[in-house]
């Protein structure tokens, strides 16, 4: 198989679990706010509105489609960055002692300022008359926004806006773990500021928060009003290149002082047939996440797929879909530490039960087999590993660490072992094909 296309196998492998995460992601925060938005008392809700402009009538299913495209083109961008991780190209590390403790920390708020930059400069571009009938005029066809608008972009500017994550990992180092909370923290401050609906306390939006951290009605400005209140997160660009709203800050007092206001009472709760005539997509995120639910576990095999080096690094297994049932994983020798004896003939598989088989040479053997997605996302059970030391074969499951580690147990009755194996990085040589059996550094991990 060349390079090209194991990158591609391993692409259509992984495409549907990254896609399925990306649409999840969108579903449950859209679709969380706007439920919970529309089960709010009504004087509550009134008392908090900030909306400028009225919600056109259908405007919440074109939103929803719009983001369909968007989560195809994040999900795109999103293997692509699996595609570089696995070439080796992507900072990404799992081990947080590799750079320490305080930059696991800080390195989440790198990324946050770093991103609000990375928008800011790329929202103000997408204004230019030249390019906002291809990218940004979509997003503001939403007047007067709701959450579904949140990923409302043409395919344009889905692809400028997911291009930050390829970009910042190749510069900088980051945990997936760090990752995964710029993301949930990207959706729900971007879903929250379409809202049209104020969420956070008084207090906040008359101190700290009200003048460095955008709130709904400075993006609501931006939707009504156009040339101005750029920023995502933080509002220090839109100050110093003087592009915030000239009446964004009085406005935001008077919002302040209007919520010191006692509240004049509290109206009932909608009941669900109110909330979804109101909210009509919320119906069809329900079902597909559900379906999605179901599908996450074929999706989520994709991520163990690959190279592994078994603990001590005495070999090279290949975790596939099995030939003979692609629902189940198997794994195949690619490489050992001695893959001759001493008359420099091929190590054969001497121990095994079946006296016909010991004649087979163990560079190729099938060491794992039948594993089938396990009841925890990112584990296996039900599989067999044979162990060519003793011929023996154990029931074994399997449970993703972290991207590049895996941990594998093996069990005989109620005594089992744990093995750490680690993913061998993927490289274009022959190597990493298992047809070149050369002595590597005892020190690889």
């Known amino acids: 198989m060349t390079c090209f296309q194991d990158y591609w196998t391993t692409a259509v492998a992984a495409w549907p679990g990254i896609w399925l995460s990306d649409l999840l992601r969108y579903l449950i925060v859209a679709g969380g706010f706007a439920v919970a938005l529309a089960w709010v008392p009504a004087a509550w809700r009134a008392r908090r509105t900030v909306r400028i402009r009225q919600v056109a009538g259908g405007q919440q299913l074109r939103e929803f489609g719009h983001s369909m495209l968007t989560v195809l083109v994040f999900s795109l961008v999103g293997t692509s960055v699996l595609l570089g991780y696995h070439a080796g190209l992507m900072k990404i590390y799992s081990d947080p002692e590799a750079f320490g403790w305080p930059w696991l920390l800080a390195s989440f708020f790198v990324m946050v300022v770093l991103h609000d930059t990375w928008f800011y400069w790329t929202h103000r571009l997408m204004h230019h008359r030249m390019l906002l009938r291809w990218t940004h005029r979509t997003h503001h066809q939403s007047l007067a926004p709701t959450p579904w608008a949140a990923y409302s972009f043409a395919p344009a500017e889905a692809l400028v806006q997911a291009l930050f994550l390829p970009l910042f990992l190749l510069a900088v180092p980051a945990h997936p773990v760090v990752a995964f909370l710029w993301m949930a923290h990207m959706i729900v401050r971007n879903v929250a500021g379409h809202t049209g609906v104020e969420l956070v306390p008084r207090s906040w939006l008359a101190g700290w928060w009200g003048r460095w951290l955008t709130t709904t009605l400075h993006h609501e400005m931006h939707h009504a009003h156009g040339h101005a209140n750029y920023g995502l997160y933080f509002t220090w660009w839109d100050r110093w290149c003087d592009t915030e709203h000239p009446q964004y800050g009085d406005q935001l007092w008077a ?127 039900d599989g067999q590993i044979y162990n060519p030391e003793d011929g023996r074969t154990y029931s074994a499951r399997m449970k993703l660490r972290s991207p590049e580690v895996l941990e594998v147990e093996g069990c005989v009755l109620v005594l089992c072992s744990r093995q750490i194996w680690r993913r061998v990085p993927r490289r274009c040589d022959s190597e990493s094909k298992g047809i070149g059996h050369e002595k590597v550094s005892a020190q690889t991990p």
């Open 255 to 381: 919002l302040a002082g209007r919520l010191h206001q006692p509240t004049a009472g509290a109206g009932p709760a909608q009941s669900p047939r109110e909330v979804l005539g109101k909210t009509p997509t919320v119906l069809l995120a329900l079902v597909v996440a559900g379906m999605g639910a179901l599908a996450t576990p074929e999706a989520l095999a994709s991520s163990v797929h690959g190279e592994w080096a078994t603990q001590g690094y005495s070999a090279r297994v290949d975790i596939r879909p099995c030939q003979a049932a692609p629902g189940k994983l198997c794994g195949a020798i690619t490489w050992l530490w001695e893959p001759v004896d001493g008359q420099g003939k091929p190590i054969l598989d001497a121990k095994h039960p079946d006296a016909s088989r010991r004649g087979q040479p163990l560079l190729g053997m099938e060491m794992l087999s039948g594993f089938k997605p396990g009841l925890v996302a990112g584990s296996w059970a």
